[in-house]
T-cell receptor, first 113, second 113 residues
Framework: GDSVTQMEGPVTLSEEAFLTINCTYTATGYPSLFWYVQYPGEGLQLLLKATKADDKGSNKGFEATYRKETTSFHLEKGSVQVSDSAVYFCALSESTGRRALTFGSGTRLQVQP | NAGVTQTPKFQVLKTGQSMTLQCAQDMNHNSMYWYRQDPGMGLRLIYYSASEGTTDKGEVPNGYNVSRLNKREFSLRLESAAPSQTSVYFC????????????FGPGTRLTVL
């Protein structure tokens, strides 16, 4: 079945550092890809998405490119802030059927001042 | 718009007790989902409902039942709670398209003693 693998955390960075969180996937068909963010004590919020190969999703300075050849969707940000501290989930959506999300295990990011 | 709401926020049960988690959305979405979140495992799909009047099992349905009461509401019932059901439960909804994001509720933290 479909699966998502993302790098384990926690990832600890200093403010203004460059961020990369790796995500790779296995899927049949042509899934849509998502990054969700979960702040402490809250539900998940969509950060960005990409619906086809070579699409780049972007939001709030974060970017990720849908790479079909490497089955990857790595999350990047050029300069992180303390307020970016959260858990980040990579996910894919089935292209047919129930359209449920398959999630990676999550990566906790801690940004220090 | 309230988005997706869930009640209760916290609950402690004893083994064998029953309870119902409530979820409602005001976005006129067709599809609704129940996930559980466990440490290091991301979110896993329990049940979903593609439209009013239909429900189907997800990845981890054992020990749960659901009811899609109407288009707005989708409840999750634990008939006889077990410690293995200690988790954080999230309800989500979407407009039923693989390109569409899922909107998540704030979650219910359940502890079964």
């Amino acid at each position: 079945g479909d699966s998502v693998t993302q790098m384990e955390g926690p990832v600890t960075l200093s403010e203004e550092a460059f961020l990369t969180i790796n995500c790779t996937y296995t899927a049949t068909g042509y899934p849509s890809l998502f990054w969700y963010v979960q702040y402490p004590g809250e539900g998940l919020q969509l950060l960005l998405k990409a619906t086809k190969a070579d699409d780049k999703g972007s939001n709030k300075g974060f970017e990720a490119t849908y790479r079909k050849e490497t089955t990857s969707f790595h999350l990047e940000k050029g300069s992180v802030q303390v307020s970016d501290s959260a858990v980040y989930f990579c996910a894919l959506s089935e292209s047919t059927g129930r359209r449920a999300l398959t999630f990676g295990s999550g990566t906790r990011l801690q940004v220090q001042p | 718009n309230a988005g997706v709401t869930q009640t209760p926020k916290f609950q402690v049960l004893k083994t064998g007790q029953s309870m119902t988690l409530q979820c409602a959305q005001d976005m006129n979405h067709n599809s609704m989902y129940w996930y559980r979140q466990d440490p290091g495992m991301g979110l896993r799909l329990i049940y979903y409902s593609a439209s009013e009047g239909t429900t189907d099992k997800g990845e981890v349905p054992n020990g749960y039942n659901v009811s899609r009461l109407n288009k707005r509401e989708f409840s999750l019932r634990l008939e006889s709670a077990a410690p293995s059901q200690t988790s954080v439960y999230f309800c989500a909804s979407s407009a039923r398209d693989s390109y569409d994001e899922q909107f998540f509720g704030p979650g219910t933290r359940l502890t079964v003693l």
